[in-house]
């Protein structure tokens, strides 16, 4: 029984190796490939390759950061920006987060902040030795904030997490503070589970 050729099949175990990319999808993908204009899988490889190449964890936050040819440690465009509120630090626990609060309404976060990489869950195995914490404390001991924003989520993990590292951001003379949770902005209070109904009642504040 023929099947495609191996440059295909390779390609395809490479799709298959995708989130989300089951065994259609990668025959899909692999036909568009295939079948597209060569420039359109040329830019793909070389997109790809520059990713990997030059893409690193910023020295000092954790987030995505450029590499250029030659340098070994590597700010990101935050962690260089001089105009940043350095006194104000936003904790969070992946990369793409800092994405988001970025691009929050007023204007976005201008603090910096510190990707965690993770969220602390014994059950999975990860302690804080699999996370950022240590570069945490490292960067705390050289030029600490006045405060630091545990922006983790309401899950038991990130619960956990802003419990564990609370008290060691807190014996370093470093004020804590957790987001707000409550209301999506612009709904109804029809579609509000009880336990965010309980957060916003908690967290309220005087207008
Ligand atoms: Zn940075």
Redesign the pocket.
């Known amino acids: 029984m023929a099947d495609y050729p191996p440059s295909f099949t390779d390609l395809l175990a490479a799709l298959r190796q995708l989130p989300s990319v089951g065994a259609r999808s990668a025959e899909r993908l692999a036909l568009f490939l295939v079948d597209a204009k060569p420039e359109v899988g040329a830019r793909l490889a070389s997109a790809l390759v520059a990713v990997a190449r030059n893409i690193v964890p ?6 995505y ?1 450029e590499r250029e040819e030659g340098e070994s440690e590597v ?2 465009p ?2 260089r920006d001089a105009g940043r509120d350095g006194s104000l630090w936003c904790l969070v626990e992946r990369a793409d987060d800092v994405v988001k609060f970025e691009k929050a309404a007023g204007g976005g976060f201008r603090g ?2 510190h990707v965690l990489g993770g969220k602390l869950s014994p059950l999975e195995g990860i302690g804080p030795e699999e996370l950022r914490v240590a570069p945490l404390l490292a960067r705390l001991g050289t030029r600490p904030p006045k405060e630091v924003i545990l922006a983790l989520g309401t899950d038991v993990e990130g619960e956990t997490t802003a419990l564990y590292l609370a008290p060691l951001l807190k014996e370093r003379g470093v004020a804590v503070s957790r987001l707000a949770t409550g209301l999506p902005a612009g709904g109804g209070l029809e579609f509000a589970d009880s336990v965010t109904l309980g957060y916003a009642l908690a967290g309220r504040r005087e207008i």
């Open positions: 910023c020295r000092d936050c954790g987030f950061a700010l990101c935050i962690c910096l902040y």
